[in-house]
């Protein structure tokens, strides 16, 4: 089955404890893309990959990290955690398509972090 | 710069009523536009997307909306609300290529029986 998935789904850590968020697309996807979501305010882009090593900031990188190794993972990474950084997170991946655009967005499950 | 607007951030409709949830748009170039819905505690799902094609745009669940360049809106709308449509909805435009999607602030939809 095509998916993206992400761990873990819920989380609760404390401010500074450096955390880890997995993601992990089957599809073959050149696109990946973090996003966090908070009441009112739709959906936010953190960081994207267009491939393999090219990683860009989006919207509200501060606090965050990503890394793109893999063709199938985009890890995220929060190195100090802060109350701020509370969300649920979701993870995306699209295909490129002839010519240069990209096709839509697929989801991931998305991940509830709480930061105290 | 890119943006949307998601008019009525809670819409609530009777079943079999006819919804409507309404996206404004800004683009300096001609956009993609995409209508996501987001059902409790899941991820996005795409319900429908325009990429200068046929304004008028089908997608799941009886859903359809149309590209109305004149008025930069892409309203989403349903003729008869079912139950199962209970959801948060999101409007988001991209340029298309780069992949970048920029969203509305979400309309969450109540159906009453």
């Known amino acids: 089955e095509a998916q993206v998935t992400q761990n873990p789904r819920y989380l609760i850590t404390v401010t500074g404890k450096k955390l880890t968020v997995t993601c992990s697309q089957n599809?073959?996807?050149?696109?990946m893309s973090w996003y966090r979501q908070d009441p009112g305010l739709g959906l936010r882009q953190i960081y994207y990959?267009?491939?393999?090593?090219?990683?860009d900031k989006g919207d509200v990188p501060e606090g965050y990290k990503v890394s793109r190794k893999e063709k199938r993972n985009f890890p995220l990474i929060l190195e100090s955690p802060s109350p701020n950084q509370t969300s649920l997170y979701f993870c995306?991946?699209?295909?490129?398509?002839?010519?240069?655009?990209?096709?839509?967005?697929?989801f991931g499950p998305g991940t509830r972090l709480t930061v105290l | 710069a890119q943006s949307v607007t998601q008019l009525g951030s809670h819409v609530s409709v009777s079943e079999g009523a006819l919804v409507l949830l309404r996206c404004n748009y800004s683009?300096?170039?001609?956009?993609?536009l995409f209508w996501y819905v987001q059902y409790p505690n899941q991820g996005l799902q795409l319900l429908l997307k325009?990429?200068?094609?046929?304004?008028l745009v089908k997608g799941i669940n009886g859903f359809e909306a149309e590209f109305k360049k004149s008025e930069t809106s892409f309203h989403l709308t349903k003729p008869s609300a079912h139950m199962s449509d209970a959801a948060e909805y999101f409007c988001?435009?991209?340029?298309?290529?780069?992949?970048?999607?920029?969203f509305g602030q979400g309309t969450e939809l109540s159906v009453k029986p």
């Open positions: 995306a991946s699209s295909s490129r398509l002839a010519g240069g655009s990209y096709n839509e967005q697929f």
């Open positions: 599809m073959n996807h050149e696109y």
């Open positions: 990959s267009m491939n393999v090593e090219v990683t």
């Open positions: 683009s300096s170039v001609p956009p993609y």
């Open positions: 325009y990429t200068s094609a046929a304004t």
């Open positions: 988001a435009v991209s340029r298309g290529q780069g992949g970048k999607l920029i």
